[in-house]
């Protein structure tokens, strides 16, 4: 069966997948709003830098978000990615943060813009936050497509936020349960019984 563009932006989620969702929480196109509201934010506050702002993504959960935002921005911007152990198949926050894949750029006086897809504990924003300031850049703000401040354990400087969930877990744009979900266009909320 094939369907038009406009279907797949709007509707479409895999149909072995549609029957575990048990709710959309944020459709594609708020998602695509409230980027054009935070790129502008972007834009503004960096516009006139001395250096390129570096967009750096936690893999793998923010690629979308990452490059959403990238594609928004009219300031000029370079982007890298960063990976660290988080949840693996289960959902909740070990609170041990390795890095598994590390920044190729050098920050030492840039401005970097951390890029991540949810806020939950803030166990590894917390981490990585520290590591990139050990570094001496010129400085590290963060930019979250979500969050979920009921399940925040530490306290930390979001400077951009996109929405705030309720303690539910939820899949889609770029997030996943067990590798499954990410390419679900919109936020949503998986029924019980279904993982997570
Ligand atoms: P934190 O260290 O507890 O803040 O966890 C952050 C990471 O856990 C995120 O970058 C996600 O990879 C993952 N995570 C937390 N909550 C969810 C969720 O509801 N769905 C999918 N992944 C989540």
């Known amino acids: 069966m094939s369907s038009t563009s406009a279907e797949r932006d709007d509707l479409w989620i895999p149909e072995q997948l549609r029957e575990n969702v048990e709710e959309i ?3 594609a196109d708020r998602i695509a709003a409230r980027l054009d509201e935070l790129a502008a934010e972007v834009d503004r506050d960096y516009a006139g830098r001395d250096t390129d702002l570096l967009l750096v993504g936690v893999l793998r ?4 978000t990452l490059s ?3 594609r928004r921005l ?3 911007s370079a982007i890298d990615f960063m990976a660290c152990s988080s949840y693996g198949s289960s959902t909740t926050s070990s609170g041990v943060v390795r890095i598994l894949k590390d920044l190729d750029t050098e920050i030492e006086g840039r401005d970097v ?3 991540e897809d949810i806020v939950d504990t803030g166990l590894t924003l917390d981490y990585l936050i520290k590591n990139l300031r050990s570094r001496n850049p010129a400085s590290v703000e963060v930019l979250s497509l979500l969050t979920k401040p ?3 354990e530490v306290e930390l400087p979001v400077r951009y936020i996109g929405f ?3 303690d539910v877990f939820v899949v889609g744009y770029g997030l996943d ?3 499954r979900y990410r390419g679900i266009p919109h936020i949503v909320s998986l029924k019980p019984g279904t993982g997570a």
């Open 177 to 179: 349960y067990a590798e």
């Open 61 to 64: 959960g923010a690629v979308f």
């Open 113 to 115: 813009l951390l890029v």
């Open 150 to 152: 009921s399940r925040r």
């Open 74 to 76: 009219t300031i000029p």
């Open 68 to 70: 959403d935002l990238a």
């Open 164 to 166: 705030e969930v309720p």
């Open 25 to 27: 929480l944020i459709p």
